[in-house]
């Protein structure tokens, strides 16, 4: 009897690990759905299909003219964007992708902060 308790025990105990693990539950989002024109209010996104992009902001003042370019990649569901500074620096920046498809885009930083983009025509 403590033999089978004993192995019950051992088998919930690696089921916890992988479902805390997210190993089974991770999402995958199709990359082709995430190049093109990506709007948050004044934020706009724009996302290349060979992996280069820019943004800019229009609150700021700032055209898509005057945009920030950035390279991204997606990798399941981690979205990662490499801005590249006028004076040579990297800023990278890495979101999880909560939604994607042909018209919403939502994303969450580290800090729990949530995005969400409307696709543009």
């Known amino acids: 009897m403590k033999k089978?308790?004993?192995?019950i025990l051992l088998v919930m105990a690696i089921a916890l690990c992988f479902?805390?693990?997210?190993?089974f539950?991770?999402?995958?989002?199709d990359v082709n759905m995430l190049p093109g024109?990506?709007?948050s209010g004044t934020?706009?996104?724009?996302?290349?299909?060979?992996g280069t992009g820019?943004?800019?902001?229009?609150?700021?003042?700032?055209?898509?003219?005057?945009?920030?370019?950035?390279?991204?990649?997606l990798d399941e569901a981690t979205l990662t964007q490499n801005h590249l500074m006028e004076m040579g620096g990297i800023v990278p920046k890495t979101y999880t992708l909560k939604t994607l498809n042909t018209?919403?885009?939502?994303y969450q930083d580290d800090y729990g902060k949530s995005y969400t983009f409307t696709k543009q025509p």
């Open 103 to 106: 018209t919403t885009l939502v």
């Open 54 to 73: 820019y943004t800019w902001d229009t609150a700021d003042d700032v055209t898509e003219e005057e945009a920030q370019s950035f390279n991204w990649t």
């Open 4 to 7: 089978r308790t004993l192995i």
């Open 25 to 29: 539950n991770k999402k995958k989002f």
């Open 19 to 23: 479902d805390g693990c997210n190993l």
């Open 43 to 50: 934020l706009h996104e724009y996302y290349n299909a060979n």
């Open 37 to 39: 024109h990506w709007q």
